[in-house]
C-alpha cells in the first residue's frame, strides 16, 4: 500500500497489535524514560508524574539536571522520599552542559532495553510504553517505534493534533511498518521529522549504533533528534501508531528559531542527506536528485545573508557545506545553475578584512 507524508511515497504494511514475542526475548523489558531538564520544575513534575503513571512496570526514571538553582532537586527529593530512591535516579550536573550533551548523558547512563526520553515539559500518555514496546518485543527487526502526538499550550490544554493528518493510512487499533530506508528518503527529501521529537519515539538502546544526535559518524548541531531517528533506521524499521501517545507542550519559554539556530538546520540536512547517499541509505536517484537541487538552491540563497548577518563568524562552518553541495552538483548537468551560485559563492573572499 502506498501512502504519502508529504510529496514523497513510503510503502507500508498494517500491523495488528497481537503477536507473539521474539524467541529469546525478555518478556519485560527495562524500559528507562529519560528526562534532560533546565531550570522549570512546575513542567518537570508533571512530567515525571506522567512517567510514574505508565501501566508499563517495569521502567527506570532517570533524571539529568542542568538546573542553575536547587528547586528542581527539592522536587525530585519529595518524589524520592515518598517513593524511593530507586524508583527515580536523580543527577545534578555541576555544571549546565546543555541541552544536547545532557541528553547525551541520559542516554549514556541508562540501564534499559529501551529508551523513551521525556523532554521536561511534556508528557507521555498511561499506555504509551506498553503499547509500544509490545512492537519491539514482537519484532526484532524494528528499531524505533512512534506515534501522533498532541500539541498542548502552558496550561496543558489540547491545541491540535500533529500531524493534522496522519502521515500513513493507519486506523484505530492498528499499526504502519515502515522499512527503514523509505523511512529515511521520506525524513530527507521532505525535510519534515514526522517521526516527532525525542518524547514521541521508543526505541531499542541495542540498535543505537552511535551515540545519541550522531549520524555517520558526525554530531548534529540542531537536529539531534532527526540524526538519531536516521543511525536507527539505518540498522532497522520503524513501526508507526495513529493514535496520539504524547504530548508536546509549546509555551513562550521555549527556544525561538533564531539565525544560528536555521543555520545549523539547514547544515545538518545537508550533512544527513550526503551521508545517507554516500552510504547507499538513498539509493531512489530522483529523489536524491530533487533533495540535492532544493538544498543547493537554499545554501546559496541564505548563505551569504547569514554570513553577513553573522559578520562571517559561521563562515567555514557554511562554506564546508556549500563546497560540499558544489562538488556534488558539478556531475550532475541538472544542477549546473544551483553549482554555479554555490561556486561563486564559495569563491567569494570568506570576509571583512
Known amino acids: 500500500m502506498a501512502v504519502r507524508p508529504g510529496p514523497v511515497e513510503v510503502m507500508v504494511t498494517r500491523v495488528p497489535a497481537e503477536g507473539e514475542a521474539v524467541e529469546g526475548a525478555s518478556l519485560n523489558p527495562l524500559v528507562s524514560i529519560l528526562i534532560p531538564t533546565y531550570n522549570r520544575p512546575e513542567y518537570l513534575e508533571e512530567a515525571l508524574q506522567s512517567a510514574l503513571a505508565q501501566t508499563y512496570e517495569n521502567i527506570e526514571i532517570l533524571i539529568c539536571d542542568n538546573s542553575e538553582d536547587g528547586r528542581t532537586q527539592l522536587m525530585v527529593d519529595y518524589y524520592q522520599t515518598v517513593l524511593g530512591p530507586s524508583r527515580i535516579k536523580y543527577i545534578k550536573n555541576d555544571t549546565n552542559i546543555g541541552p544536547a550533551a545532557n541528553q547525551l548523558k541520559c542516554c549514556t547512563l541508562a540501564s534499559g532495553e529501551y529508551i523513551n526520553y521525556l523532554m521536561d515539559d511534556d508528557l507521555l500518555h498511561p499506555e504509551k510504553i506498553k503499547r509500544m514496546a509490545h512492537y519491539l518485543n514482537t519484532r526484532s527487526e524494528v528499531s524505533l517505534v512512534t506515534s501522533r502526538k498532541k500539541i498542548i499550550d502552558s496550561d496543558g490544554k489540547l491545541v491540535r493534533l500533529s500531524p493534522r493528518k496522519i502521515p500513513f493510512a493507519v486506523p484505530d487499533g492498528e499499526a504502519a511498518f515502515i522499512k527503514g ?87 545538518d540536512w545537508i550533512d544527513h542527506t550526503v551521508q545517507a547517499r554516500k552510504r547507499g541509505l538513498f539509493q531512489d536517484e530522483a529523489r536524491w536528485r530533487k533533495t540535492l537541487l532544493r538544498l543547493s538552491r537554499e545554501a546559496a540563497e541564505y548563505f551569504p545573508k547569514w554570513n553577513k548577518k553573522t559578520n562571517y563568524m559561521f563562515n567555514e562552518e557554511l562554506m564546508s557545506r556549500a563546497k560540499l553541495l558544489a562538488g556534488f552538483c558539478r556531475e550532475e548537468k541538472e544542477l549546473q545553475e544551483a553549482f554555479d551560485s554555490l561556486n561563486r559563492l564559495h569563491s567569494r573572499r570568506v570576509g571583512p578584512r
Open 181 to 267: 530506508q523509505s523511512a529515511i528518503e521520506a525524513l530527507l527529501q521532505t525535510r519534515h521529522n514526522y517521526i516527532g521529537e525525542p518524547t514521541t519515539v521508543l526505541f531499542r538502546k541495542s540498535s543505537l549504533q552511535e551515540p545519541f544526535g550522531s549520524f555517520c559518524g558526525s554530531r548534529a548541531l540542531n537536529n539531534v533528534d532527526v540524526a538519531t531517528w536516521l543511525s536507527l533506521l539505518a540498522s532497522g524499521d520503524m513501526v508507526y501508531i495513529g493514535e496520539p501517545l504524547s504530548s508536546f507542550r509549546k509555551h513562550p519559554n521555549q527556544i525561538s528559531k533564531s539565525t544560528l539556530s536555521k543555520m545549523a538546520e539547514l547544515c
